[in-house]
């Protein structure tokens, strides 16, 4: 099969003088080359619906300084690479401007691309090694017309017997450019794989059914958002199956099989975006069902809590159309599947950070723990614990009246003596270190000064939030040592300034006393970047502490001239978040600024730009 892909490749190369331009191998997009001086380049690429996709390759160019202009995309800083393997993102300075670079290049030979690529070939060598594994069954649904094989992985532990196990269903790849969600795949892949006793819980309790390439053929040609034949097979769902595209057709009758034994938990499809920040499309309770449009948010919340490149700012809202893959999982199935799709960007996220495929194997393994979550799979070693398996004593009040608390309903009480009280108690867990999280709804109304009291075997650890914001993800609480194996139990009482929210409590375990007390002893706190950045005229600035201490967060100019202190307090272990409004300077002009953080003899800084 290999040669004939090979030989269906079409040829495009343009030189000038020592330089020459080509497009020549699979996944490569280059429609046209020009010049009037060879030093400055213009090229466009080959569009199916837009010509966003491009990869190149550029000989003759070592110690040549040259300009190069894409006429027809709409990058921001893309990638090079001289061995066509390990991708490097354009400095800022290198590529100043979005669809164009210049550089002196280093050897003769450069590859050059929207996003480091993710092919055909190089998927065949990741599918060879995840098959070694046990709990990997590859196999192959058909093929398409030009004989790429739609190649399916069955991820579960095949000890365990199928009847009881939830089914989750993951694809990507239907655009073909869009190779970050590649990478994000490959993530989860690596995490579902991963030896681990957590992970081995998983694998015991769900099949993951795992479809790399939505579009192979769109792939191997160099397409953006297209199949070999220019159709978008986004939109094919709802097409009689004589209309269907066959990557879509073998995808949809796969479906029907799987739910016909039993239905499908979550169906995830994933995308990748040029707009400069993660999302998922959240559809509307007007085009699904308030309790669905409940659950997006509710899955969307769990799978983005531990990433610092994702707020919930950054979730997109639409009306839910049947010729997508969750329309045709809504007509079928409705709120039986969570069916949503899930982007990662191509250049930055909105915290300012830059993509990389490292930053999408994150990605990849909080995907998993959402899933998970979402599922509510407990495990001794990540444990969850939501208010059906609570105690309750006074008068709580039970709600399901907003889209950030955790699993069907979450608790809350009025201000009061502390006389009414909750309690998450584990079942006996081993001797460690462990992680214990609070989650909420964040509410104007509620407590500045909730109590969370942790226990175990007599000792006592007290953490106070305030549970204003941060609703809808995972708060740290604190950070906690078993030097016995002991029940962990967390209490909220009402004595508080407002409203306290009781919702859901994970503990996790991060390894034993003698490994892990010198990591925490040193990884003291955490600053993340600022949000959103740039910024104009308020950011948010986000630290966490691992145990409490007297903390300073202080402003600079680009000079290194103090702009403020907007923090100097004993604080709490756990997340916290400060506002820095550049309206209250009234001297403050656009440009780059920044906040630092001090604990102790440790400190850390971070760069901030305001946007007038």
Same mark, same amino acid.
């Given at each position: 099969?290999?040669?004939?892909?090979?030989?269906?490749?079409?040829?495009?190369?343009?030189?000038?003088?020592?330089?020459?331009?080509?497009?020549?191998?699979?996944?490569?997009?280059?429609?046209?080359?020009?010049?009037?001086?060879?030093?400055?380049?213009?090229?466009?690429?080959?569009?199916?619906?837009?010509?966003?996709?491009?990869?190149?390759?550029?000989?003759?160019?070592?110690?040549?300084?040259?300009?190069?202009?894409?006429?027809?995309?709409?990058?921001?800083?893309?990638?090079?690479?001289?061995?066509?393997?390990?991708?490097?993102?354009?400095?800022?300075?290198?590529?100043?401007?979005?669809?164009?670079?210049?550089?002196?290049?280093?050897?003769?030979?450069?590859?050059?691309?929207?996003?480091?690529?993710?092919?055909?070939?190089?998927?065949?060598?990741?599918?060879?090694?995840?098959?070694?594994?046990?709990?990997?069954?590859?196999?192959?649904?058909?093929?398409?017309?030009?004989?790429?094989?739609?190649?399916?992985?069955?991820?579960?532990?095949?000890?365990?017997?199928?009847?009881?196990?939830?089914?989750?269903?993951?694809?990507?790849?239907?655009?073909?450019?869009?190779?970050?969600?590649?990478?994000?795949?490959?993530?989860?892949?690596?995490?579902?794989?991963?030896?681990?006793?957590?992970?081995?819980?998983?694998?015991?309790?769900?099949?993951?059914?795992?479809?790399?390439?939505?579009?192979?053929?769109?792939?191997?040609?160099?397409?953006?958002?297209?199949?070999?034949?220019?159709?978008?097979?986004?939109?094919?769902?709802?097409?009689?199956?004589?209309?269907?595209?066959?990557?879509? /057709?073998?995808?949809?009758?796969?479906?029907?099989?799987?739910?016909?034994?039993?239905?499908?938990?979550?169906?995830?499809?994933?995308?990748?975006?040029?707009?400069?920040?993660?999302?998922?499309?959240?559809?509307?309770?007007?085009?699904?069902?308030?309790?669905?449009?409940?659950?997006?948010?509710?899955?969307?919340? /769990?799978?983005?809590?531990?990433?610092?490149?994702?707020?919930?700012?950054?979730?997109?809202?639409?009306?839910?159309?049947?010729?997508?893959?969750?329309?045709?999982?809504?007509?079928?199935?409705?709120?039986?599947?969570?069916?949503?799709?899930?982007?990662?960007?191509?250049?930055?996220?909105?915290?300012?950070?830059?993509?990389?495929?490292?930053?999408?194997?994150?990605?990849?393994?909080?995907?998993?723990?959402?899933?998970?979550?979402?599922?509510?799979?407990?495990?001794?070693?990540?444990?969850?614990?939501?208010?059906?398996?609570?105690?309750?004593?006074?008068?709580?009040?039970?709600?399901?009246?907003?889209?950030?608390?955790?699993?069907?309903?979450?608790?809350?009480?009025?201000?009061?003596?502390?006389?009414?009280?909750?309690?998450?108690?584990?079942?006996?867990?081993?001797?460690?270190?462990?992680?214990?999280?609070?989650?909420?709804?964040?509410?104007?109304?509620?407590?500045?000064?909730?109590?969370?009291?942790?226990?175990?075997?007599?000792?006592?650890?007290?953490?106070?939030?305030?549970?204003?914001?941060?609703?809808?993800?995972?708060?740290?609480?604190?950070?906690?040592?078993?030097?016995?194996?002991?029940?962990?139990?967390?209490?909220?009482?009402?004595?508080?300034?407002?409203?306290?929210?009781?919702?859901?409590?994970?503990?996790?375990?991060?390894?034993?006393?003698?490994?892990?007390?010198?990591?925490?002893?040193?990884?003291?706190?955490?600053?993340?970047?600022?949000?959103?950045?740039?910024?104009?005229?308020?950011?948010?600035?986000?630290?966490?502490?691992?145990?409490?201490?007297?903390?300073?967060?202080?402003?600079?100019?680009?000079?290194?001239?103090?702009?403020?202190?907007?923090?100097?307090?004993?604080?709490?272990?756990?997340?916290?978040?400060?506002?820095?409004?550049?309206?209250?300077?009234?001297?403050?002009?656009?440009?780059?600024?920044?906040?630092?953080?001090?604990?102790?003899?440790?400190?850390?800084?971070?760069?901030?730009? /305001?946007?007038?």
């Amino acid at each position: 099969m290999k040669s004939l892909i090979l030989f269906l490749l079409i040829a495009t190369s343009y030189s000038f003088s020592q330089i020459k331009f080509d497009a020549d191998f699979e996944s490569g997009n280059l429609a046209s080359v020009s010049t009037t001086d060879s030093i400055y380049y213009q090229i466009s690429t080959h569009e199916d619906i837009g010509g966003r996709w491009f990869y190149y390759r550029i000989s003759g160019v070592k110690d040549k300084f040259i300009k190069v202009k894409v006429t027809n995309s709409d990058v921001n800083r893309p990638m090079y690479s001289y061995d066509n393997r390990d991708f490097i993102r354009f400095t800022e300075t290198e590529s100043p401007s979005v669809n164009y670079f210049e550089k002196a290049f280093e050897e003769d030979t450069v590859y050059v691309a929207y996003y480091t690529p993710y092919n055909y070939s190089f998927l065949q060598e990741r599918l060879i090694e995840w098959e070694q594994s046990e709990f990997v069954k590859l196999d192959t649904l058909g093929f398409t017309e030009h004989n790429f094989p739609m190649q399916e992985m069955i991820l579960t532990d095949t000890s365990v017997p199928d009847e009881d196990k939830l089914r989750v269903w993951i694809h990507a790849r239907t655009h073909p450019g869009e190779t970050p969600s590649s990478w994000h795949f490959d993530g989860i892949m690596q995490e579902l794989l991963r030896d681990d006793d957590v992970i081995d819980y998983y694998r015991k309790n769900i099949i993951f059914y795992l479809y790399p390439f939505n579009n192979p053929e769109g792939v191997f040609y160099g397409r953006s958002r297209t199949n070999y034949y220019k159709v978008d097979q986004e939109r094919e769902w709802n097409k009689s199956d004589a209309e269907t595209a066959s990557a879509v /057709l073998f995808l949809k009758n796969r479906m029907k099989e799987i739910n016909s034994e039993k239905v499908l938990s979550v169906a995830l499809n994933l995308h990748s975006q040029r707009s400069p920040y993660a999302t998922f499309w959240i559809h509307t309770a007007s085009s699904t069902s308030d309790y669905f449009y409940r659950r997006e948010y509710q899955f969307s919340n /769990l799978t983005i809590s531990d990433l610092p490149y994702f707020s919930q700012s950054d979730y997109s809202e639409s009306n839910l159309r049947r010729y997508f893959p969750e329309g045709f999982m809504w007509a079928d199935y409705g709120a039986d599947i969570l069916a949503l799709t899930y982007e990662t960007p191509y250049s930055h996220y909105s915290n300012g950070e830059w993509v990389t495929n490292e930053n999408l194997f994150e990605f990849g393994s909080t995907t998993v723990y959402g899933i998970a979550e979402f599922l509510e799979l407990s495990h001794s070693k990540r444990i969850i614990i939501d208010n059906s398996d609570a105690t309750a004593n006074g008068f709580w009040q039970v709600s399901q009246f907003d889209v950030d608390f955790f699993g069907d309903d979450f608790y809350y009480i009025d201000a009061g003596t502390g006389e009414n009280e909750i309690t998450y108690e584990t079942e006996m867990i081993e001797s460690g270190y462990y992680d214990v999280y609070a989650w909420w709804t964040g509410h104007s109304a509620n407590a500045s000064n909730s109590k969370f009291l942790i226990s175990s075997n007599g000792e006592e650890w007290i953490a106070e939030k305030s549970q204003k914001t941060l609703g809808g993800k995972w708060n740290l609480l604190s950070t906690i040592q078993l030097d016995d194996s002991s029940k962990v139990s967390v209490t909220i009482n009402d004595n508080a300034n407002g409203t306290v929210v009781a919702d859901a409590i994970r503990i996790i375990y991060l390894g034993p006393v003698s490994d892990v007390k010198d990591y925490v002893a040193e990884k003291s706190f955490e600053l993340y970047q600022n949000y959103p950045n740039p910024f104009n005229p308020a950011t948010t600035i986000r630290f966490k502490l691992n145990k409490p201490k007297q903390v300073k967060v202080r402003i600079f100019n680009s000079l290194g001239e103090l702009v403020d202190t907007i923090v100097d307090n004993y604080l709490g272990i756990g997340l916290h978040e400060v506002i820095f409004n550049s309206n209250s300077y009234s001297s403050l002009s656009s440009g780059i600024y920044y906040y630092q953080i001090s604990a102790e003899s440790f400190s850390q800084t971070k760069g901030m730009v /305001l946007l007038k």
